[in-house]
């Protein structure tokens, strides 16, 4: 008796595409599924998994607001800290002057989670994960997902991610606000992991003015982040240079982020100095209240940006990015590589990924070096023991260990 199926073998048998069964196993809503290099393996008992519009339907949880043909999503309590304009310096503040309940432990858990404080972020957004206030279930689900990745909870992340991708494929008879508000967090919690987007996705077109304006300016650098990872770099940069021109920067935690794709972007292109200056406003932002999540979240994509600029000046600062960086990459990997079937490398250390990350890019020897202040042999030495540790031989097999 057969005891696996293939995807095509599970598509035949259940009658719907080989994509819908790879996005049902990426999703994780196949019990017993596995990847074996790049394909999956479903176990032939599985059964296939159940609409989630049709448990909607079901059983339809008590939502806030309510309108005609859809239910009608409260943005009081959807990502509040990300939608508030505060000054640098008084973060905390302005979560502590929110109303009592709901937008004040959703601020909380975020604010936790971007000043790199990951077991508080989970302890407060897991008491939302079943709320019956969508805006404070959609940013707790969202919140939960990243925070448990640098506590190496992977089935809690994967289980949080997996709500993500649901809120969305039963948004189709919600309000457009219910939809915009989906539509975020999955594609959220797909392009910032580097996965696949899901099935579902409207184009952003759709939804994004239905989100509050700084929700949208986050939005917008996920844009520009899927724009990044497409090699698209002008056209990333030139959507965060029109987003801040337009009132992103009002909104810090968006800003930090458009930011620090802008420096990955002027990265790539090789040009060091701009690149320099995004980092620069990005740290003038977040230093103030210790929002330094984002940039151990970027350590990777950042071109030894942080090396050049930040240890040098900031050297305690530096540390513990680079703490935030082993930990919260680990848990990535553990949910990325398996679903892509991407072999990220996990066993350089982050001057040899950085380095690696620059050679895959084009950079000579001698501009990494001089990017770093350092020797040429210097940088000789880190690459050479990185390709040690990997098992290539020259550049262009860096480039399938390297991010994208």
């Not at 994960?129 to 404070?136: E, Q, Y």
């Not at 939960?144 to 990745?149: D, E, P, S, T, V």
């Not at 949910?335 to 690696?356: Q, Y």
């Amino acid at each position: 008796m057969k005891r696996y199926f293939s995807i095509r073998e599970a598509a035949e048998k259940w009658g719907v595409s080989e994509r819908r069964i790879n996005q049902y196993c990426i999703e994780g809503r196949i019990p017993g599924a596995q990847k074996v290099g790049r394909a999956w393996t479903i176990p032939a008992g599985a059964r296939k998994p159940e609409d989630p519009r049709q448990n909607r339907r079901k059983a339809a949880p008590v939502m806030s607001g309510s309108a005609v043909g859809g239910t009608l999503l409260d943005h009081t309590n959807f990502m509040p800290l990300m939608s508030t304009p505060f000054q640098p310096g008084h973060c905390l503040e302005a979560v502590e002057a929110m109303a009592a309940g709901p937008q004040r432990d959703i601020a909380l858990a975020e604010y936790h989670y971007f000043c790199g404080q990951p077991e508080a972020a989970v302890r407060e957004a897991e008491a939302y994960l079943s709320s019956p206030d969508m805006g404070a279930r959609f940013s707790a689900s969202l919140l939960y997902a990243y925070a448990n990745l640098p506590l190496g909870a992977i089935p809690q992340a994967k289980f949080a991610l997996g709500q993500l991708i649901a809120f969305l494929s039963e948004a189709g008879e919600q309000s457009p606000q219910y939809q915009a508000a989906s539509a975020f967090v999955a594609s959220t919690g797909a392009v910032l992991l580097h996965l696949p987007m899901p099935e579902e996705m409207p184009e952003i077109e759709t939804f994004l003015p239905l989100l509050p304006l700084g929700v949208r300016a986050f939005a917008l650098y996920v844009q520009a982040h899927a724009l990044y990872l497409k090699a698209e770099y002008t056209r990333s940069v030139g959507i965060v240079e029109a987003a801040l021109a337009m009132g992103a920067s009002h909104y810090p935690i968006p800003a930090i982020y458009l930011h620090l794709v802008s420096v990955m972007d002027y990265m790539s292109l090789k040009q060091p100095d701009r690149a320099e200056a995004h980092l620069l406003k990005a740290w003038e932002i977040a230093r103030p209240d210790d929002l330094i999540e984002g940039f151990g979240e970027h350590h990777g994509l950042l071109g030894a940006m942080l090396e050049a600029v930040i240890k040098p000046n900031w050297p305690e600062d530096f540390k513990r990015i680079i703490d935030i960086t082993y930990r919260f990459s680990s848990g990535w990997r553990r949910v990325h590589n398996p679903l892509t079937g991407h072999d990220v490398a996990d066993d350089l250390t982050t001057t040899e990924f950085e380095m690696c990350m620059l050679a895959a890019r084009g950079w000579t020897n001698q501009e990494i070096a001089e990017h770093l202040n350092i020797s040429v042999n210097t940088v000789k030495t880190h690459l050479s023991e990185a390709m040690k540790k990997l098992q290539v031989n020259n550049r262009k097999d860096l480039k399938k260990y390297m991010l994208k």
